[in-house]
Structures are given as C-alpha cells and as structure tokens.
C-alpha cells in the first residue's frame, strides 16, 4: 500500500534489523571505498584475508568478487570502474 510516496511494509522486528544492519554495511563500505583509486589496495586495508599475491600480482578473494564489484562501480568514476579481477579461492 502507497500513501503519500511511502511504502507502507509489515516487517518484523528481526527482519526490519536485519535490513537496517545491512544498509548501515554497505553504507560504511561505499564511504570507504571512496577513499581508494584502487580496488586492491581497497581490500588489502579493508579486509586483508582476502587479499593475495600470487604469482607478483594482487589476487581478491571469490567472496568480494561480486557485490564489491558492484559496488566499486556505483561509487567510482569510468576510469576507475572494474571489467574483470583477478580472484582466488579460499
């Protein structure tokens, strides 16, 4: 039901939780990011597990491959935007 531009949604208290902690996440994430040019050094301060090199090369873990991408983009500039990684399983 719309009223006045608002959704009106019935969400229990558990699940209304939930997606506040999941926006306050991703809200600090994207403020992070914006401080990097760079995804790799990103994800080496951010989260340093899952971060590599391997054969003299930075390597992401598979878990940040996806929604960090995602979000990388939304945040960065063409220039700065990500076509591919290079990932490593954990």
Same mark, same amino acid.
């Given at each position: 039901?719309?009223?006045?531009? /608002? %959704? #009106? ?8 939780? &939930? ?7 991703? !809200?600090?994430?994207? @403020? @992070?990011?914006?401080?990097?040019? &760079?995804?790799?050094? %990103?994800?080496?301060? %951010? !989260?340093?597990? @899952? ?14 491959? %996806?929604?960090?991408?995602? #979000?990388? &983009?939304?945040?960065?500039?063409? @220039?700065?935007?990500?076509?591919? #990684? &290079?990932? /490593? /399983? #954990?």
């Amino acid at each position: 039901m719309e009223e006045d531009g /608002f %959704f #009106l949604i019935n969400l229990s208290d558990t699940e209304y939780n &939930n997606y506040v902690q999941k926006s306050i996440e991703e !809200s600090i994430l994207t @403020d @992070d990011m914006k401080k990097y040019s &760079n995804f790799y050094y %990103f994800v080496k301060y %951010f !989260s340093p597990i @899952d971060y590599r090199i391997v054969n003299y090369r930075a390597h992401v873990s598979q878990r940040v491959m %996806f929604k960090w991408r995602i #979000l990388w &983009n939304s945040v960065h500039k063409e @220039d700065q935007q990500l076509d591919t #990684l &290079n990932i /490593f /399983f #954990l």
